[in-house]
Nanobody
Framework: VQLVESGGGLVQTGASLRLSCANS????????IGWFRQAPGKEREFVAH????????YYADSAKGRFAISRDNALNTVYLAMNSLKPEDTAGYYC??????????????????WGQGTQVTVSS
């Protein structure tokens, strides 16, 4: 499994972005995927999680109502649509594969096969 994030950029407050998390492996549809973010000097923070089938999703309180996670298993891609962006959303955004048994979905230690990340910067 090798995940590649893309779609980040520099935007103004209130703008929208759609991040992508792509994998070239044929087994991508078997994995639950999580999006996390990390600002300099801070711990990696949970943003959203989606089950393998896409029928179950979870969000951090900071993401509810503004972000939407989805997936297209035919394209081996998970998306994170982000609306009404705020300066506090500024961070590197990472996707990872959820490993059952390692912990709760909100804990970054329950994930593996992280991508290299994509930077989101929101100016005020």
């Amino acid at each position: 499994v090798q995940l590649v994030e893309s779609g980040g950029g520099l935007v103004q407050t209130g703008a929208s972005l759609r991040l992508s998390c792509a994998n070239s492996g044929r087994t991508f549809g078997r994995f639950s995927i999580g999006w996390f973010r990390q600002a300099p000097g801070k711990e990696r923070e949970f943003v959203a999680h989606i089950s393998a089938s896409g029928t179950i999703t979870y969000y951090a309180d900071s993401a509810k109502g503004r972000f939407a996670i989805s997936r297209d298993n035919a394209l081996n891609t998970v998306y994170l649509a982000m609306n009404s962006l705020k300066p506090e959303d500024t961070a590197g955004y990472y996707c990872g594969v959820y490993i059952p048994g390692r912990g709760i979905y909100r804990n970054y230690k329950a994930y593996d096969y992280w991508g290299q990340g994509t930077q989101v910067t929101v100016s005020s």
